[in-house]
């Protein structure tokens, strides 16, 4: 059965977005193969522009080996907060609900 993404935990955005890059839970992990894995065409990825330092938004085009488009102009300078990022914008294309400003902001 797939694992169905509840709106309402926002305790897993929680404890991911205390540590975006850490140890998770065996429920959020749950959660993040779900978003990680949900579709290919279209999926949201990190592409690096210097290791370690930069990292811009793109998606996986339609077709193997079609150009991968950047989502927007941003650069992030911290991998934590493009996870982070990609996370907010994964949660509300699966759930169809924004996160409250309360979990919602920047790192």
């Known amino acids: 059965m797939r694992y169905v993404i509840d709106p309402s935990r ?3 955005v929680e404890e991911f977005r205390a540590s975006p890059l850490g140890v998770h839970s065996p429920e959020l992990r749950k959660l993040l193969a779900r978003m990680r894995w ?12 210097e ?25 992030f300078t911290s991998l934590a907060e493009a996870e982070w990022h990609v996370f907010k914008l994964r949660w509300q294309e699966m759930t169809g609900a924004t996160l409250p400003a309360e979990v919602s902001g920047d790192l």
Do not use: N, Q, T, Y
Request: with cysteine; charged share 30%; net charge positive.
């Open 51 to 75: 290791p370690g330092r930069a990292w811009r938004l793109s998606c996986i085009p339609k077709r193997r080996g079609d150009p991968m488009p950047f989502v927007d102009d941003r650069v």
């Open 38 to 49: 949900g579709r290919p065409e279209g999926r949201l990825v990190l592409i690096v522009l």
């Open 10 to 12: 926002l305790d897993l």
